[in-house]
């Protein structure tokens, strides 16, 4: 497209420029032969095209905001700052679809409407490059990361950009790029030297199509996270953990003091999983100094105890099991090592167990109780062992009913009733045959337990989590390496210096996993070699890179200062653009990113590098975008809706306009293209309405008071409705006033009707937006208008429709003055004929009045 530059210019601290018209603006002729850059005055331009054609305006606009450098981020002083961010997406190889798109055009509305709303917005875009996702991208691909990353990236930008999303491209980070994992690195060295990062041995999830080790977190239903149809498996390996259950309590804590949705904030707590209750110990009979420890909510049923169950892999098991229970035992614990955790847990499995031969002794009823295994009872959570108390608990009634086992009971109804014969009685109540505690409500005897637990040195009051340590090691070549030597010497582990940070991933050809459980890194004897930091002997690197959720864990920070060298970010800029004002993205990253983001800024808040100990106060999750046959999305089944697809047909400016109509932000919706051809319509009215205006030369005219009160209540309405990201009421609002101002005559319309709707129009649709505020003579972008303020008076209504029920039925509706009080509108609804007929002279009971809106009878 031919077009001289538009010249560039600072003035009042405001980037304005000049209105040169290119080729295809040929039909605009000011009205002067040149604009005074420094005059806000609106000039009104003339001879506007008959139709809106984006597909010659998108482009062009476009490509003038490029030049300029419109969307950098600004600091101008006297400024509130606002930084709204969407999570770090992987670059894929499909690309984005118009679901992704149900978040990023959201967030780019909140950005453009916060500029004009006079803040210093921070709106950034990188790459979550590192991981499982890229790397099993490019196998598949059978190609290489260091290919398909910055191919893929480069897709995203490019379609992010023509949707018409406002990215300060100048800030774009990349997490596999040295210059960003070199302060990954770092910080998990400041993790290391804090205690919070410890390598240990253990019996950790496998995905055999990944070849690596899964978190806790990564593994859904029994099978990896990335791969629905893979059931995982243990591996018992040497691994890296993240100490993330020092922050439990913070964590747990703070989700008080953050504006997150409620269904998220109970995924965290769940999966935290904080209990209060008491340790105790029983000792192993005829076993000298054996004992099995235990961890109960509910110690107040220590004497309906009857049996114990441990976990299959309890070191116990095997120095307790009898020899004539040995051959069952054994079977039954390799059966269920083969589960994933969620099997072994789930509530509609039926419960097994094997009897290990041997007994414990409850010490409060003094009687032996039988020893068993069991799947459901896991090591990683709480000690591996059980009491079971199968009157008060009904997985341990169903295990007890199964297996013949004693089932006592030992709470009964507060009110004085039996206990239920069929099933256990699981609520608080009041202790029976139950010793020193008959009589007792629960809570107290909880307390008289603990207490009798510490006297008798068998026990104490304590804490539990469901919440384990986070593996963060991977045996995958795409990724993180983790800084740490081993010396061969005597010097053990060694974190490499920050001198010498970032350690490199280097090239390698053949990077598939090898499923071994090492990293393809031990077959690079060039990388794994190396000399020891403290002694300068012959040592070696660690060979497994971090989880990408590593890289993800502190993004936010870098997008304040992304070139800086020294740091891995500018403690000042930090201090000025966070924590993050409005953080969008998906609900499925609850319990692991979002999770981990936490604990990584409460870590550096301890270490007193930023000021803030939670990074996203706020957060929205935005709804689920299902193709039109209400499917996910997918290549493989040939659904997937492209942004391409939807601008090369419609425009961009259409599309963004349906993913803000079809639905709340934050519910899901089936796609429909009929949408976008529907806001195409209302994009070519809108144009019409301006174009005749325009042709009529922008009259200052004379509107009605009625136009007036439209135009400030529509202000009104689509302020508030983005300030609460309820973007279908703001373009449904849009759409009304529309119908209002298309009936009038340009002479029915002044500067303010007209203009302050495109404004509002524009962080919306922001290429017709642009045209149309040029249309009207206009030399600076309409994206550095201020936006429109609406005066409080003219918003008011003057009457109001009341609503009349009697018994709870509608029976009228009252047109009164706004404001009316309840014995006016009662008076008026008394003498209203529906009203009377219903009534049929009965006295009202009682009224119920909301004013402005219903006045309920009740007979």
């Known amino acids: 497209?031919?077009?001289?530059?538009?010249?560039?210019?600072?003035?009042?601290?405001?980037?304005?420029?000049?209105?040169?018209?290119?080729?295809?603006?040929?039909?605009?002729t000011p009205r002067m032969d040149a604009i005074d850059l420094t005059s806000r005055k609106a000039l009104c331009a003339s001879a506007m095209d008959e139709r809106y054609d984006p597909k010659k305006i998108e482009p062009y606009w476009q490509a003038q905001w490029d030049q300029i450098r419109l969307y950098l981020t600004r600091e101008d002083p006297g400024r509130p700052k606002f930084y709204v961010l969407e999570m770090f997406p992987y670059p894929s190889g499909n690309g984005l679809s118009v679901g992704h798109l149900h978040n990023y055009v959201p967030c780019d509305v909140i950005g453009r409407y916060k500029r004009m709303a006079g803040y210093n917005v921070l709106h950034a875009m990188g790459w979550d490059?590192?991981?499982?996702?890229?790397?099993?991208?490019?196998?598949?691909?059978?190609?290489?990361?260091?290919?398909?990353?910055?191919?893929?990236?480069?897709?995203?930008?490019?379609?992010?950009?023509?949707?018409?999303?406002?990215?300060d491209w100048t800030r774009e980070i990349n997490s596999s790029s040295p210059e960003y994992y070199r302060w990954t690195q770092w910080l998990f060295l400041l993790l290391y030297k804090r205690g919070l990062a410890y390598r240990a041995t253990g019996s950790q999830w496998w995905c055999d199509k990944c070849r690596t080790i899964l978190a806790n977190e990564q593994v859904v239903n029994g099978c990896c996270w990335r791969h629905t149809d893979s059931p995982v498996s243990r591996k018992d390996l040497e691994q890296w953990y993240i100490r993330i259950t020092q922050y439990a309590d913070r964590l747990l804590e703070d989700l008080d003091r953050i504006d997150w949705p409620e269904p998220i904030k109970l995924m965290q707590r769940n999966w935290i999983g904080r209990s209060e209750g008491a340790e105790l110990a029983f000792?192993?009979?005829?076993?000298?100094?054996?004992?099995?420890?235990?961890?109960?909510?509910?110690?107040?049923?220590?004497?309906?105890?009857?049996?114990?169950?441990?976990?299959?892999?309890?070191?116990?098991?095997?120095?307790?099991?009898?020899?004539?229970?040995?051959?069952?035992?054994?079977?039954?614990?390799?059966?269920?090592?083969?589960?994933?955790?969620?099997?072994?847990?789930?509530?509609?499995?039926?419960?097994?167990?094997?009897?290990?031969?041997?007994?414990?002794?409850?010490?409060?009823?003094?009687?032996?109780?039988?020893?068993?295994?069991?799947?459901?009872?896991?090591m990683g959570y709480g000690t591996g062992a059980i009491m079971a108390a199968p009157g008060q608990d009904q997985r341990d009634y169903e295990f007890a009913s199964k297996y013949g086992l004693e089932i006592?009971?030992?709470?009964?109804?507060?009110?004085?009733?039996?206990?239920?014969?069929?099933?256990?009685?699981?609520?608080?109540?009041?202790?029976?045959?139950?010793?020193?505690?008959?009589?007792?409500?629960?809570?107290?005897a909880i307390r008289a337990v603990c207490k009798y637990a510490e006297e008798h040195e068998i026990g104490k009051p304590t804490i539990s989590y469901r919440m384990r340590d986070w593996l963060i090691s991977r045996q995958r070549y795409w990724g993180c390496p983790i800084p740490i030597v081993y010396c061969k010497g005597s010097?053990?582990?060694?974190?490499?210096?920050?001198?010498?940070?970032?350690?490199?991933?280097?090239?390698?050809?053949?990077?598939?996993?090898?499923?071994?459980?090492?990293?393809?890194?031990?077959?690079?004897?060039?990388?794994?070699?190396?000399?020891?930091?403290?002694?300068?002997?012959?040592?070696?690197?660690?060979?497994?890179?971090?989880?990408?959720?590593?890289?993800?864990?502190?993004?936010?920070?870098?997008?304040?200062?992304?070139?800086?060298?020294?740091?891995?970010?500018?403690?000042?800029?930090?201090?000025?653009?966070?924590?993050?004002?409005?953080?969008?993205?998906?609900?499925?990253?609850?319990?692991?990113?979002?999770?981990?983001?936490r604990m990584w800024t409460k870590v550096m808040y301890d270490a007193g590098l930023i000021g803030f100990n939670e990074p996203f106060p706020v957060l929205r999750n935005q709804g689920m975008v299902w193709a039109a046959d209400g499917q996910k999305m997918s290549k493989s089944k040939g659904n997937v809706v492209t942004?391409?697809?939807?601008?090369?047909?419609?425009?961009?400016?259409?599309?963004?306009?349906?993913?803000?109509?079809?639905?709340?932000?934050?519910?899901?919706?089936?796609?429909?293209?009929?949408?976008?051809?529907?806001?195409?319509k209302f994009i070519a009215r809108v144009w019409t309405m301006v174009r005749r205006y325009a042709d009529a030369g922008c009259p200052d005219g004379a509107p009605s008071e009625d136009t007036l009160r439209k135009a400030h209540k529509t202000i009104r309405i689509v302020t508030e409705h983005i300030e609460r990201m309820r973007f279908n009421n703001a373009v449904a609002a849009m759409m009304d006033h529309l119908n209002h101002l298309s009936k009038l005559k340009p002479a029915e319309m002044n500067r303010f009707v007209v203009e302050s709707y495109i404004v509002m129009l524009a962080p919306m649709a922001p290429y017709v937006g642009e045209e149309l505020w040029r249309a009207l003579g206009h030399s600076r972008s309409v994206h550095l208008e201020p936006w429109p303020k609406f005066d409080e008076a003219l918003t008011r209504e003057e009457t109001v429709t009341v609503v009349v029920q009697?018994?709870?039925?509608?029976?009228?509706?009252?047109?009164?003055?706004?404001?009316?009080?309840?014995?006016?509108?009662?008076?008026?609804?008394?003498?209203?004929?529906?009203?009377a007929r219903h009534l049929a002279g009965k006295q009202p009971k009682k009224i119920i009045f909301v004013p402005n809106k219903m006045l309920s009878i009740v007979v």
């Not at 509609?348 to 010490?363: I, Q, R, S």
């Not at 009697?806 to 008026?828: C, Y």
């Open 283 to 378: 000792p192993v009979t005829g076993h000298p100094g054996k004992e099995v420890r235990f961890f109960t909510t509910r110690p107040d049923t220590v004497f309906g105890v009857s049996f114990m169950v441990l976990a299959p892999e309890h070191p116990l098991v095997a120095q307790i099991t009898t020899p004539a229970q040995r051959a069952a035992v054994e079977q039954y614990a390799a059966e269920a090592r083969r589960q994933s955790e969620i099997e072994r847990m789930s509530t509609v499995k039926e419960k097994t167990g094997v009897f290990t031969g041997a007994y414990a002794h409850n010490l409060f009823t003094d009687k032996d109780i039988p020893i068993w295994i069991a799947d459901y009872v896991l």
């Open 408 to 444: 006592p009971r030992v709470t009964a109804p507060a009110d004085g009733s039996a206990p239920p014969a069929d099933r256990a009685f699981t609520d608080h109540g009041i202790a029976i045959n139950s010793g020193f505690l008959n009589g007792m409500a629960t809570a107290e």
């Open 129 to 167: 490059a590192f991981g499982l996702p890229a790397e099993n991208e490019a196998l598949l691909r059978q190609s290489h990361p260091t290919e398909t990353v910055p191919r893929y990236a480069a897709n995203f930008k490019r379609q992010l950009t023509i949707s018409g999303c406002a990215y």
């Open 643 to 680: 942004p391409d697809a939807m601008i090369d047909k419609y425009g961009a400016d259409a599309l963004r306009l349906w993913e803000l109509f079809m639905s709340p932000f934050d519910e899901a919706t089936n796609w429909n293209e009929g949408g976008v051809a529907g806001t195409s």
């Open 1 to 28: 497209m031919s077009s001289k530059p538009n010249a560039c210019s600072f003035h009042r601290g405001e980037l304005v420029f000049a209105f040169r018209p290119p080729a295809h603006h040929a039909r605009f």
């Open 491 to 597: 010097c053990g582990i060694v974190p490499v210096p920050d001198d010498q940070l970032p350690v490199r991933l280097p090239p390698m050809k053949n990077y598939q996993p090898s499923g071994t459980g090492r990293s393809p890194l031990a077959n690079v004897p060039e990388f794994v070699n190396t000399t020891c930091p403290k002694c300068g002997g012959p040592a070696e690197r660690e060979t497994d890179t971090l989880d990408g959720f590593a890289c993800s864990s502190w993004y936010f920070l870098r997008f304040a200062s992304p070139h800086e060298d020294k740091a891995p970010f500018d403690r000042k800029a930090a201090d000025y653009w966070l924590p993050v004002d409005l953080y969008v993205g998906g609900a499925e990253h609850a319990v692991m990113h979002l999770l981990y983001a």
């Open 806 to 835: 009697i018994n709870g039925k509608l029976r009228d509706r009252l047109q009164v003055a706004a404001g009316a009080g309840e014995a006016e509108v009662t008076g008026l609804a008394l003498k209203s004929d529906g009203v």
